[in-house]
Each structure stands twice: as structure tokens, then as C-alpha cells.
């Protein structure tokens, strides 16, 4: 079976959702949030690294299943598992309120998993058919969909950087404290 390609594709996305460091959020309707709604940069800096952390963790664990696939059904199972995983995530970053500045990455981000995730639904209703020239299709749009995703990725986190919210990971913080 040639869907290695697959798993390889969703393990190297989640590197590049820990190196962007980005969070994510409910779409158009997160702008109608009022101010006091909306958290500091730092409560959703730290929020959004811990729904990461969370989601790349599990994410990860399941492409490492899903590469190890013994058949169609256990691939197809653990897909749906992946799906569940990534609507999970957006679901949380859904729950963030994002402050003003952080507004525009946030959106991207989420836009970025949103559009992720239904190509990884592609390939799951494309495992359950048992369809394998229709496998193959959703997982060559899952590749391109990755390239898409770290695109949107770098722009969302570019957004955070220019509005100063800081959700790299950066350990830069923790030295400044204790050089005091």
C-alpha cells in the first residue's frame, strides 16, 4: 500500500504547527468578541501553546499509528482518530477569545486548520470507500494541502509576531528572568 506518504505528510505538519507556534480561533465570529472578553497577549500566548502542545503531542502519536497501519480498516480508523484530533484543536482554539492585536493570526491560524482538516476528511471518506484510486487522489491533495497549511502557518505566525504576541516556544523569557 502506498499511503506511507500520508502519515509522513501529517508528522512533518505538526513540526511545523510546534515551529509556527500559532493558535487559532472561532473564524468571523471571534471578531464580534467585546474587548473584556478577550484575553492579554500573555493569557493567550499561554493558552494557545498549551492547546498546541496538547495536539501536536496526540497528532504525532497518531501518525506514528497510522505509518505502522497494518490494513485499510486500521488506516481508515486511525484517519477518522486524526480528523477527531485536528476538529478537537480547533474546537479549543475555537474557545479562545484572542486579544485585538492578535486578532488577524489568530483567524489565519484557524482558517489554516480548517482547511487542513477537510482535506484530511477527503482522505478518510476516500479509506472508508475502499476506493484506492480515490485514496490515492485525497492523499496527493493532502500533500499539496500541507504545503497550503505551512504557507498559512508562516502568515498567521507572522501576524502574532507583528501584533507582539510571542507563541513561539521562545525560551528567551526565561533567560531574561534569572539574568536579574
Known amino acids: 500500500m502506498r499511503l506511507l506518504r500520508i502519515p509522513l505528510v501529517i508528522l512533518a505538519l505538526v513540526g511545523l504547527i510546534a515551529l509556527a507556534g500559532c493558535g487559532g480561533g472561532d473564524g468571523t465570529d471571534s471578531t464580534e468578541a467585546t474587548s473584556s472578553d478577550a484575553l492579554s497577549d500573555e493569557e493567550y500566548a499561554q493558552e494557545a501553546q498549551a492547546i498546541l502542545l496538547e495536539f501536536g503531542t496526540n497528532f504525532q502519536q497518531l501518525g506514528t499509528e497510522i505509518s505502522s497501519a497494518k490494513n485499510a480498516q486500521e488506516f481508515s480508523d486511525l484517519v477518522d482518530d486524526a480528523e477527531a484530533e485536528i476538529q478537537g484543536a480547533i474546537d479549543d482554539f475555537g474557545a479562545l477569545q484572542p486579544p485585538a492585536d492578535a486578532q488577524e493570526g489568530h483567524d489565519q491560524a484557524l482558517a489554516a486548520l480548517e482547511n487542513f482538516s477537510s482535506k484530511l ?11 484506492e484510486q480515490a485514496l490515492q487522489e485525497a492523499a496527493q491533495a493532502l500533500q499539496e494541502a500541507a504545503v497550503t497549511f505551512e504557507t ?8 502574532f509576531q507583528e501584533a507582539g504576541v510571542e507563541l513561539g516556544g521562545s525560551s528567551t ?8
Request: proline share 0%; hydrophobic share 25%; glycine share 8%.
Open 121 to 131: 476528511t477527503d482522505v478518510s471518506e476516500a479509506a472508508e470507500s475502499g476506493d
Open 173 to 180: 523569557d526565561s533567560t531574561d528572568a534569572t539574568t536579574g
Open 152 to 159: 498559512e502557518l508562516t502568515q498567521a505566525a507572522e501576524s
